[in-house]
């Protein structure tokens, strides 16, 4: 009997970071940064490519390719330049019904202010060596088997509201301690290094 296998790859796993990160907090019984509103400081820049995948879309597509014995080796995301990192964070903003105004800081400026990669929104990783594999890997194999992708406003919006359901998740024991974040002290510091750049 021939044995199908399929075998998949993430790119990166961030949990509910659509909304999680979205809507990011120091602590999670501290207010969500989008929820608040005013100025926010978001990692530029906002055109830079984004994928995800939404685990309907990706369990939607496991279980029919088991039933059509699809097998081989497969990276599973949205494909590159699905969207961005400006329309997950405009497009989250909607959701939640926040007027919250998104900043944008260069990656240069983060960097020297001592934001780690990927720990400001979990969304902003090294542009070089390219391609790095996250936000850029090839999913064309996937795409070929039949991977289908919901619009990102109906997965920020099931998010949302799957998160005012269950409330904020409990840490994870193996997540980063929230010390580790940035708090809003030093958010409004670098919001004030990259607001007199703004033209009116």
């Known amino acids: 009997m021939a044995m199908h296998v399929l075998v998949m790859g993430g790119t990166h796993h961030v949990g509910r970071a659509l909304v999680e990160a979205a809507r990011r907090h120091r602590h999670h019984t501290q207010p ?3 929820e608040r509103g005013g100025p926010v400081l978001a990692p530029g820049p906002a055109g830079a490519a984004l994928q995800y995948i939404d ?11 088991a039933e059509r014995g699809i097998g081989g080796a497969f990276n599973v995301a949205g494909p590159a330049g699905h969207t961005t990192i400006g329309d997950l964070l405009t497009t989250a903003s909607q959701v939640i019904g926040s007027d919250a ?4 800081a260069p990656a ?8 780690p990669f990927g720990m ?5 990783y090294p542009g070089n060596p390219c391609p790095t594999g996250i936000h850029d890997a090839d999913v064309s194999a996937a795409l ?15 998010t949302s509201a799957w998160l005012r359901r269950e409330g904020d998740p409990a840490p994870r024991s193996d997540a980063p301690s929230p010390a580790q974040g940035f708090d809003p002290a030093q958010e ?9 750049r703004r033209t009116s």
């Open 108 to 115: 240069e400026l983060l960097e020297r202010e001592g934001f």
């Open 32 to 34: 969500r940064r989008l």
């Open 120 to 124: 400001e929104f979990g969304l902003r």
């Open 55 to 65: 685990a309907i879309d990706l369990a939607a597509w496991m279980l029919a390719a």
């Open 188 to 196: 409004q510091h670098v919001l004030e290094l990259v607001r007199p």
């Open 144 to 158: 070929a088997a039949g991977l289908i992708l919901r619009p990102l406003r109906e997965t920020l919006a099931d």
């Open 101 to 104: 105004e998104l900043v944008w």
